[in-house]
């Protein structure tokens, strides 16, 4: 047996009866890098790999059936892994969508996925060990369970990336009063196929507004969720850059559903200020509730002060809710 990939994966894996979708949600120089590194950490993971990976990715528009004719794109990426997917996993699938929104690549892989359990993730986050294995075991002892997250963190190496994981992640690990988890995660979680298929993404929203949505909805009708907290999935952290990009995205989130909710009266400098405030109150939320999950005491000042300056970017974020098409042309998430 040669090396690399093949070498590697030439181990006994337990194989776990799931579909793993792999989608791509923000834009990069290394996109297909990206990709391959996803598609390697969860296929060699020797604690258990899925019976099958989807990745989906955007293809030519016009096609039949919704989905897109194979670009030079895919079929780049798939002529590459094709004498390695016996490796990899008992099946890899290389499909395209005509649709760039990550919420629709998600929701058309769902035709390719063949198993009751379906995990997705997003091409930048990477699984710590075990990651597929945890998630799959919390829904074994658990069949009521309809969906479990695992915990998405920047890393634990550095003061601004345990505070911004608490600010950007942690609310995906927030409980209601009765102790019930009220998020799953967009970016790596393990969910029944018929939720899936029953709370599919609106389009035209992007990431950001189309997750909140589904969650709300997921939430009315009491969908049961969990958290394996100690299934870690590491996101790709690229600098003050992108924090400001994720801050603009959450402005723009809360001021989008302020406007879809209600007719919204208020100002667009009214509209702006409501939405940095209630993302504030989400922020505080968190903190208080799993705060020290993330943080050491020594990263609170830091913490406070972030809490302060990433109202900033929410607010041009929020100022941009009129007009979501020339929001989505200004930011790198799709």
Not at 4 to 27: A, C, H, K, M, Q
Not at 228 to 238: D, K
Not at 254 to 278: D, E, I, N, P
Request: aromatic share 8%; proline share 4%.
């Amino acid at each position: 047996m040669n090396g690399g990939i093949g070498g590697l994966l030439e181990r006994t894996s337990p194989v776990l009866p799931v579909s793993l979708i792999i989608v791509s949600d923000y834009l990069t120089s290394d996109g297909d890098a990206e990709l391959r590194r996803s598609l390697c950490a969860y296929a060699q993971d020797t604690r258990g790999v899925p019976a099958e990976i989807v990745i989906m990715l955007p293809g030519d528009p016009g096609s039949e059936g919704g989905h897109a004719s194979k670009n030079g794109h895919a079929s780049a990426i798939e002529a590459e892994l094709a004498g390695k997917a016996a490796y990899l996993c008992p099946s890899v699938i290389v499909a395209t969508h005509d649709s760039d929104e990550s919420s629709q690549l998600k929701d058309a892989a769902l035709s390719y996925c063949r198993h009751d359990l379906v995990a997705v993730v997003e091409a930048d986050c990477l699984p710590g060990p075990g990651w597929l294995a945890a998630l799959y075991e919390t829904v074994e002892k658990n069949p009521k369970l309809d969906a479990v997250s695992g915990r998405t963190s920047y890393g634990e190496e550095s003061m601004m990336k345990r505070v911004m994981s608490l600010l950007d992640r942690g609310f995906i690990e927030r409980r209601n009063t009765l102790g019930q988890i009220i998020h799953a995660s967009n970016n790596g979680a393990l969910y029944r196929q018929s939720v899936l298929e029953r709370y599919r993404f609106e389009a035209d929203h992007g990431p950001f507004v189309s997750s909140h949505l589904r969650q709300h909805a997921m939430l009315r009708d009491g969908v049961a969720m969990e958290l394996a907290a100690q299934a870690v999935s590491i996101h790709a952290y690229e600098g003050l850059g992108f924090i400001w990009d994720v801050r603009r995205n959450k402005g723009f989130q809360f001021a989008r559903m302020l406007l879809l909710r209600k007719k919204h009266r208020c100002s667009r400098l009214g509209l702006a200020v409501r939405a940095v405030a209630t993302s504030f109150k989400e922020n505080r939320q968190t903190a208080q509730a799993v705060g020290n999950e993330f943080c050491r005491w020594t990263d609170w000042p830091l913490f406070w002060a972030m809490m302060l300056l990433v109202r900033i970017p929410e607010f041009t974020g929020a100022l941009a809710a009129g007009d979501p098409a020339a929001f989505k042309a200004s930011t790198h998430y799709r």
